[in-house]
């Protein structure tokens, strides 16, 4: 998200087809760790910190700038 403008307001990006692949696997990746749209919350910390843990192993590149 860091070659996005972040000082202008309503500045668009050009997003590339790598760009859209790379959002649809992150969205699968959110998903099958059962966060995302229309996802029901838990309330329970212990299961949303399960459900962090399991994203964090299955993204394959540390999100780092």
Do not use: C
């Not at 299961?47 to 999100?63: A, G, H, M, S």
């Amino acid at each position: 998200m860091a070659q996005y403008p972040h000082d202008k307001l309503y500045a668009f990006s050009e997003v590339t087809e790598e760009d859209k692949q790379n959002f649809e696997k992150l969205r699968a990746k959110l998903r099958d760790a059962g966060l995302g749209m229309n996802i029901t919350i838990h309330e329970n910390m212990d299961y949303f910190i399960q459900q962090t843990k399991r994203l964090e192993n299955n993204i394959d590149v540390p999100l780092n700038w």
